[in-house]
């Protein structure tokens, strides 16, 4: 150790760079399962690259009906034999669980096929944006709304009011519950925890809850347009307006025990702060909109608090 | 916790000198590097590192831990030191591990670090392990801002960067995965040398028969307790066929023959699936394509060669450094609590305590932008 360091000086590592962030994935990046290979009245286009799946909006099901494709493409990077088992397992469980929840009137996608041999998925396509697309719009949108209110008030009162509180600008501050406009997003939250007790009130735990698995489908207003999903996802974004449909079930389970339902907010509950980090002070009102929905959510709620516990004492040791 | 309510950036002209001290469990790591507030360039000027390595069969003990750092901190330092060819008087500060970690080996080095700041007059900056190890692997890798994966012997997190903190989108809901692998090489008698991951990643190599462990994730999250204890069992039988063939019985008609080299493999090839899956998880809900790799376990050949192949089908690639820079060290002290110094931080000698318990979100990430 001592020879080399005497012998060469230490090179200086320059400072990271941020990324040219690479395109966005496309359709001809992977191969198309071969279901999508069939004639359809139109080409298949590919979503989004989820965790497990990658999710197509395609015509093939039923010529006309946009439906989506969830494909569970092979994982090479686990051991073929765990890679099967797991694949299977999830695609089965996701088709029962969808089953069961249209079944007890819960908004989930409708199940129009599964091939789990192929690790296929077919559902309901549902218009509109996952919720953290939504949450995370409308944080965007407060930003820049108070930062031309910043710039367009320089000297004024207001901003120096505002420049009071010098540890953080207004711009970024954590958004409160009495502040302008929050009625909208505290809506959508309470929303949302309504979609989660009925959920489990139907005997289902989802396992995997967290902003991007619920989607935030706009009210049907009489008969949606076929070709209109661009105005309609517009306007349920500005006004976050809609109804939560819960979707990828992959990870969920049937059971109505307390503690899983406990676990099921609480993993909700971490994903909501580290992912919007700027709202993480409203997710109570996820909780208010739990609490009402069925008789044994209060005593969840209660076991909510032991699990947060637990967590807090595991931080861990070095 | 301590946060100074009027803290003024320090400009500087030129680099700026830190020794770093890392406790936190059996490895005493001390070191020094320089970094430019100007050209955010930063240049590791030594690295030295002493272990403590129990029998095979046993882990390391608080108060044995705490005995080695005690005995090595002066002769370690003093190598760091003129390593570096850094005087005590050109340290901007003295960086110590405030947490998390074992008890007895933080307060240790801590004590030495007080000493020495009161010894040589430099402030001190109590630094989160946590944040030490991400600011050094960015630093190394050139990651600018990835997912990471923290993995030790007493961590697992899947963490983000958002608005001045580095926040946990998925952890271990019981024991961490390399206290896992840990504690099984202790149930196969493996030597602890160099250390446990090693050489359970070296039997595995030879093996190739997946046998049966449960698999546990829960979304982001992921629980280890329930594998080992299957581990546990499945070697048990391993032992029982042992003694039978020894004294010349047979295995029933079917029954696989367990040898340490399957059971190692399947342990791998199960928890770093695990692994992978909730990296990949939090990758698609936050939208990146970089991981980067850190934690003493993040040196792991075949996790990388995993995490590779599942960034690479997102598109992305995976960020790892050797084990200079994954297993504990000084240096990533000296990073990240350098860089705090410059936003103005310092831990008052009366503040300059240890905890246990120290979340990687409570950190205020002063030096990265909103
Ligand atoms: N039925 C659907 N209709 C419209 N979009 C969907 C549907 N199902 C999934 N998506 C989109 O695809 C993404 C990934 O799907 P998801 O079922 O969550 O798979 P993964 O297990 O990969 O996360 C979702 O976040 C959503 O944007
Ligand atoms: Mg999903």
Not at chain 1, 306 to 316: F, L
Not at chain 2, 22 to 38: R, T
Not at chain 2, 360 to 369: F, G, K, P
Request: proline fraction near 6%.
């Amino acid at each position: 150790m001592t020879a080399a360091a005497t012998t060469t000086a230490p090179q200086p590592i320059p400072a990271p760079v941020p990324d040219p962030s690479p395109p966005e994935p496309s359709i001809h990046d992977f191969p198309l399962p071969s279901a999508l290979l069939h004639p359809s009245s139109e080409p298949p286009t590919l979503i989004t690259q989820g965790a497990e799946g990658r999710v197509y909006r395609t015509t093939w099901v039923d010529a006309g009906r946009e439906c989506a494709l969830k494909h569970r493409p092979a994982k090479p990077y686990r051991h073929p034999v765990l890679d099967a088992r797991l694949t299977r397992h999830r695609i089965l469980s996701e088709a029962r669980i969808l089953q069961k929840c249209r079944r007890e009137g819960v908004a989930v996608p409708a199940l129009y096929g599964v091939d789990e041999a192929a690790g296929l998925l077919a559902l309901e396509w549902i218009p509109g944006a996952p919720v953290r697309v939504c949450v995370n719009g409308w944080i965007a949108r407060r930003k820049e709304r108070r930062r031309r209110l910043a710039d367009g008030a320089v000297g004024d009162e207001s901003k120096a009011q505002e420049g009071q509180d010098n540890s953080e600008p207004a711009v970024v501050a954590e958004v409160t519950a009495d502040e302008e406009g929050a009625d909208v997003l505290m809506d959508l939250l309470r929303r949302m925890g309504e979609a989660v007790g009925r959920l489990h009130k139907s005997g289902v735990v989802h396992g995997d809850l967290t902003t991007s698995n619920l989607m935030l489908r706009p009210w049907e207003k009489g008969k949606a347009p076929s070709n209109g999903h661009a105005e309609t996802e517009q306007a349920a974004e500005e006004s976050l307006d809609g109804e939560i449909v819960i979707i990828d079930f992959g990870l969920a389970s049937q059971g109505t025990a307390d503690e899983d339902r406990a676990v099921d907010l609480y993993v909700l509950e971490r994903a909501f702060g580290s992912t919007h980090p700027k709202a993480e002070g409203l997710f109570p009102v996820v909780l208010d909109g739990y609490r009402g929905t069925f008789k044994g959510a209060p005593v969840v709620l209660k076991k909510l608090e032991d699990v947060r516990m637990r967590g807090r004492k595991r931080s861990m040791l070095g | 916790m301590t946060v100074a309510s009027t803290k003024q950036p320090r400009h500087a002209a030129g680099p700026l000198y830190a020794l770093g001290l890392e406790g936190s469990a059996n490895k005493l790591g001390i070191g020094v590097l320089s970094h430019d507030p100007a050209t955010n360039q930063t240049t590791i000027l030594s690295n030295v590192r002493h272990t403590f390595v129990s029998p095979p069969g046993t882990g390391f003990l608080p108060k044995d831990t705490a005995k080695h750092h005690r005995t090595h901190f002066a002769s370690v330092c003093a190598a760091a030191l003129r390593d570096a060819g850094v005087s005590p008087a050109q340290l901007s500060c003295i960086c110590y591990t405030k947490g998390p970690g074992m008890g007895a080996p933080l307060t240790s080095v801590a004590v030495g670090a007080r000493a020495l700041s009161l010894l040589w007059e430099r402030p001190l900056v109590g630094v989160n392990h946590c944040v030490g190890h991400i600011e050094m692997g960015r630093v190394i890798t050139g990651a600018s801002n990835p997912v990471v994966l923290y993995v030790s012997g007493g961590n697992t997190q899947v963490i983000a960067y958002a608005s001045q903190r580095y926040r946990i989108f998925g952890e271990t809901l019981d024991i961490a995965v390399g206290n896992c692998i840990d504690r099984f090489a202790r149930t196969l008698r493996i030597p602890n040398d160099p250390f446990p991951g090693y050489n359970v990643e070296q039997l595995a190599k030879k093996g190739g028969v997946l046998l049966d462990l449960p698999y546990a994730v829960k979304g982001m999250d992921c629980s280890f307790s329930g594998i080992l204890a299957a581990a546990d069992v499945l070697a048990a039988q391993m032992f029982a066929q042992d003694k039978l063939l020894a004294a010349g019985g047979a295995l029933k008609e079917g029954e696989t023959r367990i040898t340490p080299e399957d059971l190692c493999f399947t342990l791998q090839e199960t928890v770093y699936a695990m692994l992978v899956e909730i990296t990949e998880r939090a990758m698609a809900h936050v939208g990146s394509r970089q991981v980067l790799v850190v934690g003493g376990v993040g040196c792991n050949e075949r996790l990388q060669e995993m995490m590779g192949r599942m960034a690479a089908d997102r598109g992305g690639s995976v960020y790892a450094t050797d084990e200079r820079f994954c297993i504990d060290n000084g240096i990533m002290i000296a990073l990240a609590g350098l860089l705090a110094w410059e936003t103005g931080f310092e831990t008052r000698l009366e503040d300059s305590t240890c905890t246990q318990r120290f979340r990687t979100d409570e950190v205020h990430i002063a030096w990265r932008e909103d």
